[in-house]
């Protein structure tokens, strides 16, 4: 399997010129070096994986023999296909730098021993800041924090409870970041899909949709705060200083701000092609630094043996998630290429339709999509493509941003097929359904509601 993550570390450093150069021969090795490690993992995944990459197979048949442009169909699919894989093992590449670092623990035992009175802000803050850069390794560093902090809670009734209430402020602040990071999947796939869409653009109408999503989960939480059936014992103070306790992670995503603006004004690339070349080397500088004993030949060798380790033994341990989401993305550029002639045939014009219908019509459709089984990635790159433009829709494309990257985001919270819910119900001995429909249920319902009135909002004014 070691060959299998040396390709998807290949298929980033083909990628990455790609994006700065739009060279041929750099979305050629990338395809190659996709096609070649979906090869070398597939006898090493679930069958579950597997279907998806017959399925692929299956697609590609069907276009070859109905698509008299096939070949950029293929070549489409590929090179989506290579850019998620590029842009997985980029992000992955900065968590694995954290994994080692202990000031980034200690952030988050701070957060995770805060007081019931601020304890739900404290973890949705620190979904939110952490899944930045550590993308669902956030879900998972938190949560563990979390569990440890309440298993020495001899009451059952407060374990249970503190323990629910600390996962889902966890995973909502994670999502809440989905509308606008562009560290997360949801952006890089709009901005690929949408026709005009920049992230600059879309930005702070995006970060109003992170808003709603954090003070509503923050507000149902309070709301329907759980009866004791006898008090809580008294909390220990703890320090409050939180810039100094948050201070490297404030630093470290400030440094990702600043280098990628400052290469999108020298350069023009696109925010998600400059996020992919930055990361890998601020992984690279992180881990050489971590090592405060060692000289600076040592620091260098250090930082080595982990890119090392990262591509021959970390990526492969992500196969079965690499290949999943590298397949929903080619799936969904080749079977929208399929789609698209049988709904002209079928004499649906949704340009003829209300602009919000369409937009409201999608926003819910990415959710329920997820309860069928349906990867977001996959969701959204077969509709995507068979909707009109925002132009022909005579909107803007930041509305089209902001309806997919809201809808993208409750279905992280509900879907139990998405990463991000299956953690926490792992974390909270449920099953994903239960934790995605019953924890969150409410939540995905008053945030989607005040989300639809946000995106008709952005329609109409923006």
Request: proline share 6%; net charge positive; with cysteine.
């Amino acid at each position: 399997m070691k060959p299998g993550g040396l390709l998807a570390a290949c298929t980033l450093l083909a990628i990455i010129p790609f994006e700065y150069s739009g060279a041929s021969w750099a979305s050629l090795m990338a395809g190659v070096c996709v096609c070649a490690m979906v090869l070398v993992f597939f006898a090493h995944i679930p069958w579950s994986r597997r279907a998806f990459v017959l399925i692929g197979l299956t697609l590609m048949a069907l276009a070859i023999a109905t698509l008299p442009d096939w070949q950029n169909t293929l070549g489409e699919g590929l090179q989506r296909a290579a850019f998620i894989a590029a842009f997985f093992t980029a992000t992955a590449s900065i968590r694995s730098a954290a994994s080692g670092s202990s000031s980034i623990t200690a952030c988050g035992n701070f957060l995770a021993h805060q007081p019931p009175g601020r304890r739900y802000l404290a973890l949705t803050l620190g979904g939110h800041l952490f899944g930045l850069i550590l993308s669902y390794g956030a879900i998972a560093l938190l949560s563990t924090l979390a569990t440890n902090s309440t298993s020495t809670e001899t009451n059952p009734e407060i374990r249970e409870h503190r323990t629910r209430r600390m996962l889902v402020a966890i995973q909502r602040g994670f999502i809440s970041a989905l509308p606008w990071t562009p560290l997360g999947f949801a952006m890089a796939i709009s901005t690929i899909l949408v026709p005009g869409a920049r992230w600059i653009d879309a930005l702070l109408p995006c970060l109003v949709s992170a808003f709603i999503m954090v003070v509503s989960g923050w507000a149902l939480d309070t709301l329907f705060k759980p009866r004791l059936s006898t008090p809580p014992p008294p909390r220990d103070n703890i320090d409050n200083n939180w810039l100094q306790q948050l201070r490297p992670l404030l630093i470290l995503l400030s440094l990702l701000i600043v280098l990628s603006t400052a290469l999108h004004a020298l350069t023009g690339v696109r925010t998600v092609g400059i996020m992919m070349s930055v990361v890998p080397l601020i992984a690279l500088v992180w881990t050489a630094i971590q090592g405060t004993q060692l000289s600076l030949t040592e620091r260098i060798v250090h930082s080595a043996q982990r890119a090392t380790t990262f591509a021959t033994v970390e990526l492969p341990a992500m196969r079965s998630e690499l290949v999943l989401l590298t397949m929903a993305g080619f799936i969904g550029a080749v079977g929208a290429d399929l789609f698209t002639p049988l709904v002209s045939a079928s004499g649906i014009d949704l340009s003829e339709a209300p602009a919000i219908v369409v937009l409201l019509s999608v926003f819910w459709l990415i959710p329920i999509a997820g309860q069928l089984g349906m990867n977001p990635i996959l969701a959204v790159s077969l509709f995507a493509p068979l909707l009109p433009t925002p132009t022909e829709l005579g909107i803007s494309p930041t509305a089209m941003i902001v309806t997919i990257t809201g809808g993208w985001a409750v279905a992280g919270a509900t879907s139990p097929f998405t990463a991000s819910t299956l953690l926490m119900a792992n974390f909270g001995k449920v099953s994903g359904r239960y934790a995605g429909l019953r924890w969150n249920g409410p939540y995905a319902l008053t945030s989607g509601l005040l989300l639809s009135g946000w995106i008709f909002v952005v329609s109409q004014w923006l």
